[in-house]
């Protein structure tokens, strides 16, 4: 399978702490992008990683890429109440015009 | 800018009920479109993607077809819904270009009785 996999599947943390989720892949990647879904809402892209990059800061949001391991990291700094919500990543493969998506990190901020 | 809608927001159809579910983009021409199920707890599966009008890729075979009647307008069907097409589904566009990024509708919710 090609899919992302996201670890953990749930995470709970407090308001101030960080969050950090992760997504590993099988296969050569074009770029890899992560999205935020709030409960019964669709998603929205947060940060796009090309496979020739590292590190990419948006924010709050913290993305590495590491493609020897084939696995990226989400990083959420100084969480929120309002960053809960399920956050998945995609893969672009290359020569493909779709995106396969893994099955997500449900993510619970509490006050 | 660029805006996608897609109706109904919910539907709870009986079984062997047909389907018809739309999607539009304003703002932008000639998108990628996308259908995706979402079940409950699980990730995004790709149904259906289109490149132009009258051009349909599908990734998974199903009860489910999908239309593109005109070039920013994208239609997922079923002549006969089984209990198992219940789910969440995600219409999406995206630019034609190498990235790939998708900018998603607030999806349906179809309960299938």
């Known amino acids: 399978s090609q899919q992302g996999e996201e670890d953990p599947q749930a995470l709970s943390i407090q308001e101030g702490e960080n969050a950090t989720m992760n997504c590993s892949y099988k296969?050569?990647?074009?770029?890899l992008q992560w999205y935020r879904q709030n409960s019964g809402r669709g998603l929205v892209h947060l940060i796009l990683i090309r496979s020739n990059e590292r590190e990419k800061h948006s924010g709050r949001l913290r993305v590495t890429l590491d493609t020897s391991k084939k696995s990226s990291s989400l990083l959420i700094t100084a969480s929120r109440a309002a960053d809960t919500a399920s956050y998945f990543c995609?893969?672009?493969?290359?020569?493909?015009?779709?995106?396969?998506f893994g099955k997500g990190t449900m993510l619970l901020v509490s006050p | 800018s660029q805006t996608i809608h897609q109706w109904p927001a919910t539907l709870v159809q009986p079984v062997g009920s047909p389907l018809s579910l739309e999607c539009t983009v304003e703002?932008?021409?000639?998108?990628?479109l996308y259908w995706y199920r979402q079940a409950a707890g699980r990730g995004l599966q790709l149904l259906f993607y289109?490149?132009?009008?009258?051009?349909i890729s599908s990734e998974v075979p199903q009860n489910l077809s999908a239309s593109r009647p005109q070039d920013r307008q994208f239609i997922l069907s079923s002549k006969k819904l089984l209990l198992s097409d219940s789910g969440f589904y995600l219409c999406?566009?995206?630019?034609?270009?190498?990235?790939?990024?998708?900018?998603f509708g607030e999806g349906s919710r179809l309960t299938v009785l």
């Open positions: 289109s490149v132009g009008i009258g051009q």
């Open positions: 999406a566009w995206s630019v034609r270009t190498n990235t790939g990024e998708l900018f």
């Open positions: 296969t050569s990647i074009n770029n």
């Open positions: 703002g932008t021409s000639n998108p990628n």
């Open positions: 995609a893969k672009k493969n290359s020569g493909y015009s779709t995106l396969t």
